[in-house]
């Protein structure tokens, strides 16, 4: 939509530069017949979500500031006839290039090899400086994948959801980078999408994150190829992406179970069998996870089971479904007398590994509506919490999702609309 301006880089002490720009300033040379406007709404949580997600370490975008702009905007939130002028605001955000693999791809649509030869080798020599050599292009590309892959992985630890997953929301940095309709997983489904645009095939549900990011990342390869004619060399690069994600994701889950290793086909099937356990019970993923730090050792029946895990869940789970629950835990906790690491050292990886506090969009949703109003505390309190998503500090909002934001616009339902 042509709405981006960037204003300049700005060089930070450690030498390096950020770019700094603006998003919802006005209309650009790019706008074609968009207003080059945004709305608070979208505003508040691009702002607020970059930043936590830089507080939970996942690789992302910053956003240095939010203003309102005092004008109206019209917007159709879901596309369906229904426009409505909305408060206007602008963000600034930054990272150190906003380079996306569709900058890539457009060049190369167009045959223009010399393009798109400058941009590669000004990618390479800004942000992968140490890359040199006869074979570069194939080095950055195989670095990007390696990014690609931890950047998606990081998504999974926390239950973060993008939403867009297209190739022009994909950073050759590796960063999450434009943030519209996403959500992080309240109630464990792999097969949630919180895009309503989405919703027909559910190309960027939760569970299908990594292999979108795989199909994009052959894209990129086949923008490359105008510069390295050995296809087969793109080729073996790209087939890197599934060893360094299963080996990434292996080691993020022994993290959030407080392994010390995801070490051979008992542990594999462990890890298999959360991910099916979860699916069938849908607890809250944060909550879940957060239990099982504390999980006690008299958990003697499944009712014990049950009345544990309660506040994470939603609904009773199915009686079969409580006994393969029930079952799980005990072969975990067997699995746990087995680490070779400390109880202590155990417990501070799934404390490092598991959020306590997320930005939850039923928070953002009330959050967006209080400042309509022209009251700003919730917003200010989730302005600090998400600086704190490891502690116990802002346990008012440790709780599952109120059931009012199950089928409520704006919580459980978004589009690009912004």
């Known amino acids: 939509d042509g709405r981006a301006i960037t204003l300049g880089e700005w060089q930070i002490p450690e030498g390096n530069t950020w770019e700094l720009q603006l998003k919802g300033a006005g209309p650009t040379a790019y706008s074609r017949r968009a207003d080059g406007r945004a709305v608070l709404r979208s505003s508040v ?8 997600m830089h507080y939970l370490g996942v690789p992302t975008t910053r956003a240095l500031a939010l203003v309102t702009t005092g004008d109206k905007v019209m917007r159709d939130m879901f596309y369906d006839g229904r426009a409505a002028y909305e408060p206007g605001a602008i963000v600034m955000r930054t990272a150190p290039c906003f380079l996306r693999f569709g900058n890539f791809e457009m060049l190369a649509s167009r045959n223009e090899v010399e393009n798109l030869t400058q941009l590669v080798n000004w990618t390479i020599a800004e942000f992968y400086p140490h890359i040199n050599g006869d074979n570069k292009i194939l080095q950055w590309f195989g670095e990007v994948v390696e990014r690609t892959a931890t950047m998606i992985v990081e998504w999974l630890r926390v239950g973060f959801v993008h939403g867009v997953m297209n190739t022009d929301n994909m950073s ?8 519209g309709p996403f959500s992080f997983l309240d109630n464990y489904d792999p097969d949630f999408t919180p895009n309503t645009t989405d919703l027909p095939g559910k190309r960027y549900a939760f569970g299908k994150q990594a292999n979108i990011a795989y199909w994009n990342l052959s894209r990129l390869a086949n ?79 499944e009712q ?63 959050a967006i509506e209080e400042l309509q109003r022209g009251e700003n505390k919730l917003f200010l309190k989730l302005q600090t919490a998400l600086k704190e998503p490891y502690s116990k500090s802002n346990d008012e909002f440790f709780e599952i999702r109120p059931g009012w934001a199950t089928q409520q616009a704006g919580c459980s339902m978004l589009s690009c609309s912004s």
């Open 172 to 179: 050759v940095l590796g960063l999450t980078i434009d943030y």
């Open 223 to 301: 923008a490359l190829v105008l510069l390295v004619p050995d296809t087969k060399e793109l080729e073996s690069q790209l087939k890197t992406y599934e060893d360094f994600y299963w080996q990434k994701y292996y080691s993020m889950m022994a993290n959030k179970l407080g392994l010390d290793g995801v070490n051979d086909d008992d542990d594999l099937k462990l890890v298999a069998e959360f991910e099916n356990i979860l699916t069938a019970v849908q607890p809250d993923m944060t909550i879940f996870y957060q239990l099982l730090i504390d999980l006690p050792k008299q958990l003697a029946t």
């Open 304 to 366: 014990d089971v049950l009345d544990f895990f309660r506040s994470s869940l939603y609904e009773d789970p199915k009686p079969e479904d409580l006994t393969q629950l029930y079952t799980l835990i005990k072969a975990y906790q067997a699995r746990l007398t087995a680490n070779i690491c400390t109880k202590e050292d155990s417990v501070s990886r799934m404390k490092k590994a598991n959020p306590r506090f997320i930005l939850r969009n039923y928070l953002l949703h009330t």
């Open 45 to 52: 949580r691009e702002y607020l979500m970059s930043e936590a």
